[in-house]
């Protein structure tokens, strides 16, 4: 070509003002070829770019609007070269159809990654997410656009019984309508979205929480091994780390901890930085009350030797009641009223702990300080109960056969007999794992609740009669009876005896109250206490007057004196 070329016979060259330079420049150095290697779009961008500047039909879209726009800048088809330009045709396009469609918006944004940097510098990307939380924040009630949810509003026609079809009625759009939508981008993009949705001021925490947490469940996998793999370590790494970092700062109050908790999960798993870590167990510690047993089941990380993560619980708990304190006397000096944590989140804690506790007491490496330091990180008003705490220390003891005898008397010391239930009383008082002192205890509280009800209820009757006025008199004694007895007993083997000589003086006043405990349970009264045959023998005639009674004799007493049971000596443990 030469330097007389007629570019009006040239379509391509009379749009294009880049295309001119560059045949100009092949034919001044003799060249039959123009290279275009870094040319965006590829060869698809290019073909729409030539149909356009030989008249032909060109047909643009969400998918390739994009690549025809940077080609277009690229061969300089702006308006100064003619006018009515393509560079002209595709702002108008965009501006008129795509940032004013909600789906489209989102798939020319997707498309905007393989035509880097040009995208970027044209700001097509930052208008793109402009569009996309702009729309995100609008009154749910007229969004009519999103193509997840129109998918799930376009149910298929229901035929009725008699035939006639008709269409299920939409009751009104919710607000998380958006978060489906935006789950097919990338990492990247889809961080400056959400950035853009938040700094618009308009969406609450929850429907923060709730788009964070639809991406996670769309890309992160569902098994461990997965998670911890090499082939994905870096990528899962990234979207823990962006998805943390997207959190709202409200408090805590938009995301559930069960949500946050999984998040910590895959963030040890997959090594996330000690910022993200540290900001996540902030954020767990103000919702602990929230949690179940299920989401504390963290699993461990070596050189650990346990199941579960003993000690990042711990780490949890012993946050949360230090947020629980300083809350409270912010509360209290400021008159905050947006403050989550209180008693009955404390409360809620304290069952939870005991409920932990009674899992990982399965685990045959947990050790027993572990168990006794996350027992006694609950403060004791949060464990209004001990049934909960009972059963843990009962399980640990059931898997735990190798504990000394002090060691079993240092775990049931955590324990508080008076705070059981009757149903806990009745299994604690029969239970062989448990320290033979633990159960005198557990039984003489038991006598004296159950001597305390039936003289409440004698009360409430106001009975006159003289049988029941020397009935209420018996109670009484019998009641201060067992308590001098509790009072008076001791582990040493010499002071037993003597004892034992005081419970059986006092037993004579004590018949109406034995008969309250269950057969065992006076069994073991019985054992404990040293009863003679004698008394043995009355209590049998009194009751139902049958020898073959599991409550009418102490086993052994048929064949020994009252002088042999006092001579006999006991170890209580």
Known sequence: MGRSVDFVKFPLLSKSSRLRKLVLKASEECCDEINMVDFPGGPKAFEICAKFCYGMTVTLNAYNVVAACCAAEYLEMTEDVDRGNLIFKIEVFLNSSIFRSWKDSIIVLQTTKSVLPWSENLKIVGRCIDSIASKTSLDPAKITWSYTYNRKLSVSDKTAGDGMKFREKIVSVPKDWWVEDICELDIDLYKRVMTAVKSKGRMDGVAICEALKTYAVRWLPDSVDSLDSDV??????????????????????????????????????????????????????????????????????????????????????????????????????????????????????????????????????????????????????????????????????????????????????????????????????????????????????????????????????????????????????????????????????????????????????????????????????????????????????????????????????????????????????
């Open 232 to 573: 994905h370590s870096w990528r899962n790494k990234l979207l823990v780390e962006t998805i943390v970092c997207l959190l709202p700062s409200d408090r805590g109050v938009g995301c559930s901890c069960s949500f946050l908790l999984k998040l910590l999960k895959v963030a040890i798993l997959v090594g996330v930085d000690n910022s993200a870590k540290e900001d996540l167990l902030k954020r767990i510690s103000l919702k602990l009350y929230e949690a179940s047993v299920k989401d504390l089941l963290i699993p461990a990380r070596p050189p650990q030797t346990t199941l579960y993560d003993i000690e990042m619980v711990l780490s949890i708990v012993k946050r949360y009641m230090m947020l629980s304190h300083d809350l409270d006397v912010a509360k209290n000096e400021m008159g905050c009223t947006d403050l989550v944590l209180g008693h009955g989140s404390l409360l809620s804690v304290g069952k939870l702990i005991d409920e932990y506790l009674e899992e990982i007491a399965r685990d045959p490496n947990l050790s027993l300080a572990s168990f006794i330091d996350l027992s006694q990180s609950v403060p004791e008003f949060a464990r209004p109960v001990h049934d909960g705490l009972y059963k843990a220390i009962d399980t640990y003891l059931k898997e735990h056969l190798s504990l000394t005898k002090v060691e079993r008397k240092k775990l049931c010391s955590l324990m508080d007999v008076k705070k059981l239930t009757m149903d806990a009383s009745m299994h604690a008082a029969q239970n062989e794992r448990l320290p033979l002192r633990v159960v005198v205890q557990v039984l003489f509280f038991e006598q004296v609740r159950s001597v305390a009800g039936v003289q409440k209820l004698r009360d409430t009757s106001h009975s006159t009669t003289n049988t029941d006025e020397e009935s209420e008199k018996t109670a009484a004694e019998d009641c201060n009876s067992l308590e001098k007895q509790m009072s008076r007993i001791k582990i040493k083997e010499d002071a037993f005896q003597e004892k034992c000589e005081l419970a059986k003086q006092s037993s004579k006043n004590s018949k109406s109250g034995i008969q309250l405990l269950p057969s065992r349970s006076r069994r073991m009264f019985d054992k404990l206490w040293g009863f003679g045959k004698g008394h043995a023998d009355n209590r049998s005639s009194e009751t139902s007057a049958s020898s073959q009674s599991p409550t009418s004799m102490v086993p052994g007493d048929t064949k020994s004196s009252g002088s042999s049971s006092r001579n006999r000596r006991h170890s209580i443990s």
